[in-house]
């Protein structure tokens, strides 16, 4: 049998999770369009929320829009940096009988590939990371548009449950009890009995399924950081608001088979720093950091042009937009370089 790499074998094994196990099947009939979402509505009035259930077309319909994002994906890794296309990455590969037949070459060729994958995979970790830690600063800019307002009152109001007359439920004829009693087709949603589901604002903000109307017209909040699945699956989410750095903890449940999600990370909220401690000039560039940035941009940020203060701290390394490559190939700024500015992990 040739040789599998562990990484490719983690990726492979969840490629098949079956989001059903241990629930009631699906209907033999059920489509991709008959499973059940969350999303976070403003509908620009105020600064409160609904938490709307429907299925993705009752959802698009419901906010006016041609298309919406569900479930979300996270935030995407650049594919000239892990020179790998992101459809690949959970591809399954290392079935015995994909590759009992494989010639020397082939198995090598699935090797290289397995390391891209890993390497695509601890990069989008990062960078989810990174963003989670700019989302939070971008709360304590002095000057905050209508996104970033709405970022605070979520943050805010932590922990704070959605009551029954903030909530709508699209699909005629049903609630939230019917709904969760559809254990297949609401495997995308987070039940009430979850842990998350006293974040479930702060988990929606993160995953992309928060909306907010812009004159006559709906937009995301914020864009997705972390996909539909972690925020049900893997991570329940938490706020601190006494420490500057996060934390990442496993759910135990002793002698019982765990629930959804696995585990938990609790992010810091703490409150912001005087201007002694940390410059409202050093908030602004951490929290609208670019993650890509050009040499003229890096050169820009170097010689201290306002212009390019966003340019200053970027996720990749600099990119040659001429030779349409990297200059060098490490990962730059992962964490914010000031002291105070909120590090979370993942």
């Not at 999600?261 to 703490?270: A, D, E, G, M």
Request: with cysteine; net charge negative.
């Amino acid at each position: 049998m040739p040789y599998i790499p562990y990484s490719q074998n983690i990726l492979h094994s969840l490629s098949k999770v079956d989001l059903n196990k241990g629930k009631d099947s699906l209907p033999s009939n059920a489509l991709d369009e008959d499973f059940y979402f969350q999303i976070l509505v403003n509908d620009g009035n105020d600064d409160s929320f609904k938490l709307v259930y429907g299925t993705k077309k009752q959802l698009t319909e419901y906010l006016g829009l041609d298309d919406i994002d569900l479930p979300t994906t996270g935030v995407p890794v650049n594919e000239n940096f892990v020179d790998i296309p992101i459809d690949s990455i959970f591809a399954p590969q290392n079935d015995e009988d994909a590759t009992k037949n494989l010639s020397q070459n082939q198995n090598k060729s699935l090797i290289q590939n397995s390391i891209k994958a890993a390497k695509y995979v601890t990069v989008r970790a990062l960078l989810q990371s990174r963003k989670i830690s700019q989302i939070i600063t971008s709360t304590w800019l002095d000057q905050k548009d209508i996104k970033t307002e709405l970022t605070k009152k979520i943050f805010d109001t932590y922990p704070i449950l959605p009551k029954d007359e903030d909530i709508d439920i699209l699909p005629s004829g049903l609630d939230v009890d019917k709904i969760e009693e559809h254990k297949g087709l609401s495997s995308f949603i987070i039940r009430r009995d979850s842990i998350t589901y006293h974040s479930i604002y702060l988990a929606l903000l993160l995953s992309g399924q928060a909306y907010y109307k812009n004159d006559e017209k709906y937009e995301l909040i914020s864009d997705s950081i972390m996909s539909t699945y972690q925020i049900i699956w893997e991570f329940g989410f938490g706020l601190s608001w006494d420490i500057f750095y996060g934390y990442m903890k496993d759910i135990a449940e002793p002698g019982l088979n765990p629930a959804p999600p696995y585990s938990q990370v609790i992010l810091p909220y703490p409150p912001q720093p005087n201007e002694n401690s940390l410059k409202q000039k050093d908030i602004e560039e951490w929290a609208q950091a670019k993650d890509l940035v050009t040499e003229e941009e890096s050169e820009g940020a170097k010689s201290g042009d306002s212009k390019y203060g966003n340019c200053k701290y970027p996720f990749y390394p600099v990119w040659n937009s001429k030779e349409k490559k990297w200059v060098g190939d490490e990962l730059k700024f992962i964490a914010p370089a000031h002291s105070y500015i909120t590090l979370t992990s993942l």
